[in-house]
T-cell receptor
């Protein structure tokens, strides 16, 4: 069975600080990896995804993530956060074979202070 | 275009009652998913439809939970004899196709509170 671990449950940063949110997954096969974001009062939306190819993927709003297969990791990064990045961030995985349900981590709440 | 919509946005019910939660997927999306998100947790998969049929219902917690999608578009999640532990946000998502790399688009959710 697949599982996802997000190491940080709450992160507080000042504007312009750099961000890195950890995500590790457990699955023996080929996977698709996702980061979803939920802004206050809004629904989940896709931030970025990795299916294959370049392990460094770029998403919306300046976010990027790097897939490191040997570490089973898919950490999310942003060089300089803004107050508007305050949100909850979820890492998710599914197997790359036909339909597979998304398995989510428990989420990381990010608060960016102005 | 319109995204995934869910009604009601909030539902408060008493223990033992029956509830129905509705999901309208994005037009043209053949795949529809239900997830449940409890407080402090990430969404957990419940059931997936491809067209009208439930292709995978392995996430339904017990036989009090049932979902239908009779015409391959709107879906209804039905919960019988609700329990306080059913309180959660129920999320619906849809996607164009069924392979793992199809993006799932989420609705705003229905917050269910069982008193």
């Amino acid at each position: 069975a697949q599982s996802v671990s997000q190491h940080n449950h709450h992160v507080i940063l000042s504007e312009a600080a750099s961000l890195e949110l950890g995500c590790n997954y457990s699955y023996g096969g080929t996977v698709n990896l996702f980061w979803y974001v939920q802004y206050p009062g809004q629904h989940l939306q896709l931030l970025l995804k990795y299916f294959s190819g370049d392990p460094l993927v770029k998403g919306i709003k300046g976010f990027e993530a790097e897939f490191i297969k040997s570490k089973f990791s898919f950490n999310l990064r942003k060089p300089s956060v803004q107050w508007s990045d305050t949100a909850e961030y979820f890492c998710a995985v599914n197997a790359n074979t036909g339909f597979q349900k998304l398995v989510f981590g428990t989420g990381t709440r990010l608060l960016v202070s102005p | 275009g319109a995204g995934v919509s869910q009604t009601p946005s909030n539902k408060v019910t008493e223990k033992g009652k029956y509830v129905e939660l509705r999901c309208d997927p994005i037009s043209g999306h053949t795949a529809l998913y239900w997830y449940r998100q409890s407080l402090g947790q990430g969404p957990e998969f419940l059931i997936y439809f491809q067209g009208t049929g439930a292709a995978d219902d392995s996430g339904l917690p017990n036989d009090r939970f049932f979902a239908v999608r009779p015409e391959g578009s709107v879906s209804t999640l039905k919960i019988q004899r609700t329990e306080r532990g059913d309180s959660a946000v129920y999320l619906c998502a849809s996607s164009l196709g069924t392979s793992g790399n199809n993006e799932q688009f989420f609705g705003p959710g229905t917050r269910l509170t069982v008193l």
